[in-house]
C-alpha cells in the first residue's frame, strides 16, 4: 500500500509537543480515524490525567499479537513554522518527521495494508515518548504485548538496534553559607564546593574501554543551578549529572560511586534500566534475513546510547524487542527530516514481515 503523503502532512501539522494534552489527543485521534476508515481495529486507551494513547490491531481484540509495533506520536518544542512541513526532493521537513511520526506512518500503512488478511500485529502508538514514556509502560501493564517479537519504530534506518543503555539522572547538591559577594572570605560558596565535587567525580569517573563504539558508562552535567543575584554568594549549589550505563541493575552501585568520589549529597531524579536483547534470538535473526532481502543491503546489528520505549517492552517473559527506524536526520532540531522512500520502503517490509509470522 502507498503511503498517504496528505495524511502525513497532516499528522506533522499538529503539535502534538510532550505536555501539551490536547494537541497529542488530537493526533491520537488523526491517527484513529485514518486507521478506521482502512479496515484496521483501534482501541483509545486514556491515562489518570487525561492523556490518550491508541492501539490497533488487524484482529479485533486480539491484545498480544505476534508482531507488536511502537511508534510515538509526541513530539519535542519547536518554533510554530517548524509544524509547517515541507516536501522537496522525496523528502519532508517539520518537527517529527524522523522522530518519531514518519515510523508511526509507515506502522499505520503497514496494518491498513493488512487489514482484512488474517496477519497477527497490532501496534501501541504512545505519546509521551519524549519524557519517559509513562504511555508505553501503561499499555504493557494493561495487556498489550507481542507473543514473538515487538519492534520499537524510533532507531537509525537499514540496521537493527538490539540493545540500548540505560539511565540514571542525579542531582548532586552542595550546602554552604553565603553572605555579600564583597568579603568572600567570610562565607563557604557552595559553588565552589559543587565545582570540587564534580572535579573529583569526573577524575575518578572509570573511561569507557570501548573507544570505536563508547559502549561503556558515559557521565554528563546537563544542568547547573546556584544564585540569583550577581553580589551575593547562594547557600546552595546544584548539578544535575546525566549518567548512562550499560549494566542492568548498576543504578545502586553508580549512585554510591557519584556520592562518595563527589563528597557532595546526591538525589535520584530519573531512571531506566538499559535493554539488552539477545542478537541470536530466533525472531531477530529472521528479522535481519527479512530486512536484507527487502532492502538489498546488509544489515548490522547495532546498539544505542539513547533511550526509546523499548525499555517498557522488555524483561522476564518478555518476546524479543529490537529497534529499527526510517531514513531521517537532525531529530530535534529545526531542520529535522526524513525521505519519503524510506518511510514507504519500511511500511511495505513490515507489512510483508508480518505476513510470515
Known amino acids: 500500500m502507498k503511503i498517504d503523503l496528505d495524511f502525513f502532512l497532516e499528522l506533522l501539522r499538529i503539535p502534538s509537543v510532550t505536555d501539551d494534552i490536547p494537541q497529542v489527543n488530537r493526533a491520537v485521534g488523526a491517527m484513529r480515524a485514518w486507521l478506521e476508515a482502512r479496515g484496521v481495529f483501534c482501541e483509545t486507551e486514556t491515562m489518570p490525567d487525561g492523556r490518550e494513547f491508541l492501539y490497533a490491531s488487524v484482529a479485533k481484540g486480539e491484545r498480544t499479537p505476534k508482531l507488536l509495533l511502537n511508534a510515538h ?23 517529527g518527521t524522523s522522530d518519531c511520526k514518519g515510523n508511526a506512518v509507515a506502522a499505520a500503512t503497514a496494518l491498513a495494508a493488512l487489514a ?7 501496534a501501541v502508538f504512545s505519546t509521551d515518548e519524549e519524557e519517559g514514556g509513562t504511555t508505553s509502560g501503561e499499555a ?20 537493527i538496534t538490539y540493545s540500548q ?13 553565603g553572605g555579600h559577594s564583597s568579603e568572600p572570605w567570610r562565607f563557604d560558596n557552595p559553588i565552589d564546593k559543587l565545582f570540587e565535587g564534580w572535579t573529583r567525580l569526573r577524575e575518578a569517573w572509570p573511561a569507557i574501554a570501548d573507544e570505536k563504539e563508547h559502549w561503556g558508562d558515559s557521565l554528563a552535567a546537563t544542568v547547573v543551578r546556584a544564585g540569583s543575584v550577581h553580589n551575593q554568594i547562594p547557600n546552595e549549589a546544584s548539578m544535575v549529572a546525566n549518567i ?12 554510591a560511586f557519584v556520592r562518595e568520589k563527589s ?4 538525589e535520584r ?4 534500566e538499559p535493554v539488552v536483547c539477545d542478537a541470536g534470538a530466533p525472531a531477530l535473526v529472521a528479522l535481519r534475513e527479512a530486512m536484507a532481502t527487502a532492502f538489498g543491503r546488509e544489515i548490522p546489528m547495532v546498539r544505542m546510547h539513547g533511550a526509546t520505549d523499548a525499555r517498557h517492552f522488555g524483561g522476564p517473559g518478555a518476546a524479543p524487542v529490537a529497534m529499527i527506524g526510517v531514513e531521517g536526520w537532525r531529530c530535534h532540531d529545526e531542520g529535522e ?3 519519503l522512500s524510506s518511510v514507504q520502503a519500511y511500511a511495505d517490509f513490515l507489512a510483508d514481515f508480518a505476513r510470515t509470522l
Not at 543503555?165 to 553559607?177: D, H, P
Request: glycine content about 14%; charged content about 20%; overall charge positive.
Open 269 to 272: 531524579l530519573a531512571t531506566c
Open 73 to 95: 506520536l509526541d513530539v519535542v518544542p519547536a518554533a510554530p513554522g517548524q509544524f509547517e512541513p515541507r516536501v522537496e526532493d522525496g523528502n519532508v521537513t517539520a518537527r
Open 263 to 266: 563528597g557532595l549529597a546526591v
Open 140 to 159: 504493557v501493564r494493561r495487556g498489550f504485548r507481542a507473543s514473538v517479537l515487538t519492534l520499537v519504530l524510533d532507531a537509525g534506518p537499514w540496521s
Open 244 to 255: 548512562r550505563f550499560v549494566e542492568p541493575g548498576a543504578i545502586p552501585r553508580i549512585e
Open 165 to 177: 543503555k540505560g539511565i540514571v539522572s542525579l542531582r548532586l547538591v552542595a550546602k554552604g553559607a
Open 337 to 339: 527530516g526524513a525521505t
Open 116 to 122: 482484512g488478511s488474517g496477519a497477527s500485529v497490532g
